[in-house]
Structure formats: structure tokens, C-alpha cells
């Protein structure tokens, strides 16, 4: 007899193969057979016929670092079928944070991930943090990139300025040991202070330890807009340099003057002499902090400096000036679900929030997201966070990507025939665990593997979060697996928290 027995359904298995009936066993906490298993018996039984039953997604692309912490039971990444979370992305790390860092100006600096600010910060290394993390029990998988930003705040602080060879020396040697306790790779926010200020050199040397430890390095770009192209080939040359796979983060192209260059980039990608692959969420509007818009000397000195800055009407009158040429147009710019009314009240925001004022920003282009979405090396990631609408973090009108993501890919680009199932299934979840080293063991179902499936109903999947109300969890996601236990049965929180801190290769921090 077996833990779980899944019967019937129409199983994608997460490689890119054909779709086939067949039965899937689960036992203790892993994959034990998928094919006819008509005589065997299980504790529990599930119907599955008519139903897709698939790898759990592999969110490859999650800013849940803290608000896993607020809210382990993972409510709006579960529910869509996120079974493991990589976090960590853009930079926007939150370890190690070494004595000498200054732990306030770097917590206002990764604002846009504060969901929580009653959250403590009681670790000093990424092991520290990992502790933390599996101490709260959440109830997705986790594993976890080292953030550019917390290594610059450690060893330069937030000057503009480029870091010397000794400092460079020194940013290598805390991502080393980050590294050694378990850490999937390193990401950069090359768009936020301070991580706007590291030259070439530095992301070089960079890239040149996470070469050595075999990870990945996740590019927010430089440039989204009118610097995409110029901005990609960095990233490749990086890579090229140091011989590190490469992955860079939500590629698009914003402005209207700047549609079209994402297939451009594409081909950048693939004649690079390197593993350079990119992740995409299906929507044609992002979000981050409102001070991103800001031209990176604005940011000198860090969050103080920069809002007593904006106070000044000479400061203002240099950032409009910047302005003068920028890709987005103000109604397109959102902030708690309204336009914005212009430059005045951008400011104003910046001057009185800081970090802390989410913003979702129109203007891309649909033809671009599916260039990306059918290139064999873009994978999907959601960009978003754990929410929860009842708690802390159910607060105000972020991005409906941390609710909708990957049922909105089935929807709407499977549903309507743009992308086939076994393709987006296979960017959700095997393409994405074969990133990160946990091929074979995550994101496949095949004997061996861990239990983390779905099933979900093709018929009725839907993405019901919008940029208006977007805390609505989704239709269709009938049951969600997490090491072998039932997470999210008919569509409703059990409220067991079974997830892992894992580490590449499937190691895992107990």
C-alpha cells in the first residue's frame, strides 16, 4: 500500500514529452510509480480523470524572503501551485549582513520585499537567515540566491562610487561562504543602490566564484528600455568572461519606442559561447519600488540621503531634467491601483516613503512577451511574493502576479493555443529545477523524485487577481503536494507547512 494514489489523470511529466494517462504513487514524501497501476492500493485515493497532474511549479523568480516569515502558509504562491521558491532575486537579498553593515539603511534599501515591517532581522549569514526560515515552517520549498545588494552595503556602503580591487576581494569572499552554506547562486539589482554602482570589473569577479561553485547568476539588467540590447550583451560578456550560467531576470522591453528588441536579445542569448538563459511572467505590466525611476545619483549615500535629496528644488528640477527623455507615460504608472498624476506627486512620494511605495508600470508589448514565452531558453518566473489577504502582507494593490501567475500562463496562452501544455509545464518546472541543480530530483515526476504535484483542471484554471483587486486567489488548482503531503485539497489550505530549505543537488538544512 502507498501514502497517495492519483489516478487517471492526463500526466505531464515536467520534461517536455508527450502527455499520456497514466496513475502516479506517492510514498513516503516521494515519487514511487507513474504508469497503469491498476492493483495497487493507497491510503487515499484521488479520481483524476479529465484532470492535468503535473511536477509542482518551480518559481524560479520569488521575492518571498520575508514575506515567508509573515506568512509560512505561503497562501497566494501555494495556491497557484508554486510548490518551491527561489528567493533572493534581483539583488534584493536580506544576508549576510556582516557586523559592519548598516542593517537600517540596507532594509530600507530592499524595501520593496519589506511586506512586514514588524518582521525582526535576527541573522547575521545566509545559514542564519536559513535557520529562520525553516524554523517558521513554510509550506513551500525554498532555496535561496545571495543578494548583490547586501554584499555592496557590507564592504562599500551606499557611496556612488565603483569598489576597489580590495573590495572586490572582499564582496568574493562573503559570496564564497554564502555559497558554501547552500546558497543557488548570486543575483544583482543592477537598477537599485547600491548594485547600480558596481562596475564591469566587480560583477565580473563575481561571476568568477559563482563559475567556481558550478550556480547560477540572475541579472535584473541595467536597462530595460531604450539600454535592453546594451544591457544584454553585458550580461553575456560577464558570462562569457567568467564562465558562469547566467540568467537574466524578466526579460522585456518597456516603452513603446523599445517593442520589438526583445527578440533582439534573444538572439544575443543564443550566440552567446556561454549558458545564458532568461526568465518571463506573462503580463504586459511590472512592478518594484517608485524610486527605481530615479536616476541612480539620486540614491547616493542611501535612503536618508536620497529622500532629504528630493527636498531640495534645484535636486528636483536635475531629476526632471533626466526625465525629459523617459520611456513610460504617467497615467501608465499605478501606484495602489490609481494613475499617477506626474512628476509632482512621483516625487512627493519618493520624498515622504522612500523605498517602501510599490509601483506597477504598463507599457510593454505583448509580441515581445511571446517571443520570450516560446524561446526554449526562457522559463517562468513570477517576480512576486507569498501573500497573505488576511495578514501583514495583505496590505495595499501589489502586482496580481503573486496570485495569478502560472494560472494565467494556462489560461491564456495554453488555453488559447500560443504555447503547448507539455512546453509550459516544462518552463514551470523541469527547465527551472535543471537551473538551479536540482534536476532529476525536483520538478520531474518520475520514480525517485520528490512529491511535489498538481492537480489542476484545465477547464475551469483561470487567474482571478487583477491590477485592481488583485488578492483573489485562482480557479482550477484542485490539489497541491508538498514533499508527500496534501497542501491545498479541493481547492482549499489544509494548513500543513511541509516545505524544505533546500539546497542545489536537493541538500537540505534541517
Same mark, same amino acid.
Given at each position: ?252 522591453? $518597456?516603452?513603446? +519606442?523599445?517593442? !520589438?528588441?526583445?527578440? *533582439? =536579445? %534573444?538572439? #544575443? &542569448? ?5 549558458? @545564458? ?57 499605478? $501606484?495602489?491601483? +490609481?494613475?499617477? !498624476?506626474?512628476?509632482? *506627486? =512621483? %516625487?512627493? #512620494? &519618493? ?5 517602501? @511605495? ?153
Amino acid at each position: 500500500m502507498t501514502d497517495l494514489l492519483i489516478r487517471g489523470g492526463l500526466v505531464v511529466d515536467g520534461t517536455g514529452a508527450p502527455a499520456r494517462t497514466a496513475d502516479v504513487a506517492v510514498g513516503h514524501g516521494r515519487i514511487e510509480a507513474v504508469g497503469d497501476l491498476a492493483g495497487l492500493t493507497a491510503a487515499r485515493v484521488v479520481a483524476a480523470g479529465g484532470r492535468l497532474v503535473c511536477p509542482g511549479f518551480v518559481d524560479v523568480h520569488s521575492h518571498s524572503d520575508l514575506a515567508l516569515l509573515s506568512n509560512p502558509e505561503a497562501h497566494s504562491k501555494i495556491r497557484q501551485g508554486v510548490t518551491t521558491e527561489v528567493l533572493g532575486n534581483c539583488g534584493l537579498g536580506v544576508s549576510p549582513l556582516p557586523p559592519q553593515t548598516d542593517a537600517a539603511a540596507l532594509r530600507a534599501a530592499v524595501g520593496f520585499i519589506d511586506v512586514d515591517p514588524a518582521l525582526a532581522w535576527p541573522w547575521r549569514t545566509l545559514a542564519d537567515y536559513q535557520e529562520t526560515l525553516a524554523a517558521a515552517r513554510p509550506a513551500v520549498n525554498t532555496l535561496s540566491l545571495v543578494g548583490h545588494l547586501p554584499l555592496r552595503a557590507a564592504v562599500t556602503g551606499f557611496a556612488d562610487r565603483p569598489a576597489t580591487p580590495g573590495e572586490r576581494a572582499r564582496m568574493s569572499d562573503l559570496l564564497a561562504r554564502a555559497l558554501d552554506e547552500g546558497a543557488a547562486g548570486l543575483s544583482t539589482g543592477l537598477i537599485y543602490a547600491p548594485a547600480c554602482y558596481a562596475d564591469e570589473a566587480e560583477l565580473t569577479a563575481l561571476a568568477t566564484v559563482v563559475a567556481r561553485y558550478g550556480r547560477i547568476f540572475a541579472w535584473h539588467l541595467r536597462d530595460y528600455a531604450d539600454g535592453l540590447l546594451t544591457s544584454v550583451a553585458q550580461a553575456v560578456r560577464v558570462s562569457e568572461a567568467s564562465g558562469c550560467r547566467t540568467q537574466i531576470s524578466h526579460l522585456t522591453a $518597456v516603452g513603446r +519606442r523599445n517593442w !520589438g528588441t526583445v527578440a *533582439e =536579445a %534573444l538572439r #544575443l &542569448i543564443e550566440a552567446a559561447d556561454a549558458d @545564458v538563459r532568461a526568465d518571463v511572467y506573462p503580463y504586459l505590466a511590472g512592478s518594484a519600488n517608485l524610486s527605481q525611476l530615479l536616476p541612480g545619483w539620486a540614491h547616493d549615500g542611501g535612503e536618508p540621503a536620497m529622500r532629504a535629496r528630493l527636498r531640495d528644488p534645484r535636486v528636483r528640477d536635475r531629476i526632471r531634467a533626466a526625465w525629459a527623455g523617459r520611456w513610460w507615460a504617467w497615467p501608465d504608472v499605478l $501606484v495602489e491601483g +490609481r494613475p499617477l !498624476g506626474g512628476e509632482d *506627486e =512621483a %516625487l512627493d #512620494l &519618493i520624498a515622504e516613503h522612500g523605498n517602501g @511605495v510599490a509601483m506597477v508600470a504598463f507599457g510593454r508589448s505583448e509580441d515581445d512577451l511571446l517571443a520570450a514565452l516560446a524561446h526554449p531558453a526562457v522559463v517562468i518566473g513570477s517576480d512576486g511574493f507569498a501573500l497573505d489577504p488576511d495578514g501583514p502582507t495583505g496590505r495595499g494593490t501589489p502586482h496580481p502576479r503573486s496570485y495569478g501567475c502560472y494560472p494565467r500562463l494556462l489560461h491564456h496562452y495554453v488555453g488559447q493555443g500560443r504555447l503547448t501544455i507539455e512546453e509550459a509545464v516544462r518552463k514551470c518546472t523541469g527547465a527551472p529545477a535543471e537551473l538551479l541543480g536540482l534536476s532529476g530530483l525536483s520538478g520531474l515526476l518520475r520514480p525517485g523524485a520528490a512529491a511535489d504535484l498538481l492537480v489542476l483542471d484545465l477547464e475551469t484554471i483561470e487567474d482571478l487577481s487583477s491590477f485592481t483587486h488583485p488578492h483573489r486567489y485562482p480557479a482550477g488548482v484542485d490539489l497541491v503536494v508538498v514533499n508527500g503531503t496534501v497542501v491545498i485539497d479541493d481547492g482549499d489550505h489544509t494548513g500543513a507547512r511541509p516545505g524544505r530549505v533546500q539546497r542545489p543537488l536537493m541538500e537540505v538544512t534541517t
